[in-house]
């Protein structure tokens, strides 16, 4: 089982604040998914990222692939209250045979 | 396509009972997951099942628990005798076939309570 960790676990920022949260592996990802799961809901699916050094972006949110590959990032620019919830990576390896693990998620709460 | 459907929403009931947990893929998706998701450990594989077959089960906590897919359109998760400890938010997500973009569409989940 791969070990996705994932941190800060808590984070709780102003609105407008910029941020960086990260997710690392014990081992090497073939491809690496970030979700945004909002309370009372499910995760959805942010974007995935393949190659390493990879970078993509999604209006104010930045994901980065490490070299390596085995580490993430993700950066929001001027966070607002609608960034609020919980953010997980997840291993979308093929190399796992689709069992498509989650890192422990970093818990956001932008204030007003 | 009206999206991955889990009933019920919430569930309270009394340790002993049985629970069972249902879902309904996106049509056309090859495979099925269960988690579970507790503040302690986060969001946890059970299950996932291809084209109906169970492929993986290590995730399945004990002998109380069992999943089926009797047919491409229908899932349950069934918890027999239920424990405190089995209190948390159960997840079913389907995906396309390999080869596609293997993005994961979850349900709104199953508040399970056992008191």
């Known amino acids: 089982t791969q070990l996705l960790e994932q941190s800060p676990q808590f984070l709780s920022i102003q609105e407008g604040e910029n941020l960086t949260v990260y997710c690392n592996s014990s081992?090497?990802?073939?491809?690496l998914q970030w979700y945004r799961q909002e309370p009372g809901e499910g995760p959805v699916l942010l974007v995935t990222?393949?190659?390493?050094?990879e970078v993509k972006k999604l209006k104010r949110l930045t994901f980065q692939f490490g070299d390596a590959r085995k580490d993430s990032s993700l950066h929001i620019t001027a966070a607002q209250p609608g960034d609020t919830g919980l953010y997980l990576c997840?291993?979308?390896?093929?190399?796992?045979?689709?069992?498509?693990?989650f890192g422990t998620g970093t818990s956001l709460t932008v204030i007003p | 396509d009206a999206g991955v459907i889990q009933s019920p929403r919430h569930e309270v009931t009394e340790m002993g009972q049985e629970v069972t947990l249902r879902c309904k893929p996106i049509s056309g998706h090859d495979y099925l997951f269960w988690y579970r998701q507790t503040m302690m450990r986060g969001l946890e594989l059970l299950i996932y099942f291809n084209n109906n077959v169970p492929i993986d089960d290590s995730g399945m906590p004990e002998d109380r628990f069992s999943a089926k897919m009797p047919n491409a359109s229908f899932s349950t998760l069934k918890i027999q005798p239920s424990e405190p400890r089995d209190s948390a938010v159960y997840f079913c997500a389907s995906r396309p076939r390999q080869g596609v973009t293997g993005e994961l569409f979850f349900g709104e989940g199953s508040r399970l309570t056992v008191l």
């Open positions: 081992s090497v990802f073939s491809s």
């Open positions: 990222v393949v190659t390493g050094g």
């Open positions: 997840a291993d979308n390896s093929l190399n796992t045979g689709n069992q498509f693990y």
